[in-house]
């Protein structure tokens, strides 16, 4: 799949959303899984585990694109990736994990790149997160986010503070906190 076709896949998917039920494995005629969504105002990105074409033994990477809505269309921005963990579609307990949430990736791209200056550039911001099997959804802000079977949520903002992330129980008890603009800390043990 090229970079027009990903494209083309990401706007159908924040027009139509995630696929019901999710593909959960790549393959020779799958090389490209949608993971996540997250659209906060007028700011968007998607997030896909992705195969290179023909390359069966390479490890699959996770890439994200940003988008910014304008006149009523979505830009796309920017996109950036990484390596996916071992194993990326199967979900892991908070003790497998450390802690009910682990940040692994993060990007950034400006939205009025056609700034005459270069001071006051505005940003779209994005974190990749792996979310523990114990939590059901994830509190950013006021948005609640529901977590994918897999595990992998991403969190976009366009505000110049980056948002703490609550992993919510199912009964909605507050499993843990993540402030995105700190590095994380080590998980407080159980007991």
């Known amino acids: 799949m090229n970079?027009?076709?990903?494209?083309e896949e990401c706007l159908r998917l924040l027009r139509d959303g995630l696929p019901a039920p999710a593909p959960d494995a790549l393959g020779a005629a799958r090389e490209f899984l949608p993971l996540c969504i997250d659209k906060d105002g007028d700011v968007a990105v998607v997030t896909f585990l992705r195969q290179w074409d023909g390359a069966s033994g390479a490890a699959p990477f996770i890439e994200g694109w940003t988008f910014h809505r304008r006149d009523g269309e979505w830009?796309?921005?920017?996109?950036a990736g990484g390596?996916?963990?071992?194993?990326?579609?199967t979900r892991r307990s908070s003790g497998e994990m450390g802690r009910?949430?682990?940040?692994?990736?993060?990007?950034?791209?400006?939205?009025?790149?056609?700034?005459?200056?270069p001071w006051g550039a505005k940003w779209v911001n994005e974190a990749r997160?792996?979310?523990s099997a114990e939590v059901a959804r994830l509190r950013v802000g006021k948005r609640l986010l529901e977590v994918p079977v897999h595990g992998h949520v991403v969190v976009v903002w366009s505000a110049r503070?980056?948002?703490?992330v609550e992993a919510l129980a199912s009964d909605g008890a507050i499993l843990d906190a993540l402030d995105l603009d700190r590095p994380p800390v080590a998980a407080r043990p159980q007991g």
Request: proline residues 7%.
């Open 3 to 7: 970079d027009h076709e990903v494209y």
């Open 83 to 89: 390596a996916a963990p071992e194993e990326p579609l």
């Open 129 to 131: 997160l792996r979310v």
């Open 100 to 117: 009910y949430l682990q940040k692994y990736g993060s990007g950034r791209t400006v939205r009025n790149a056609n700034r005459l200056l």
């Open 161 to 164: 503070r980056a948002p703490v």
């Open 75 to 79: 830009m796309e921005l920017g996109g």
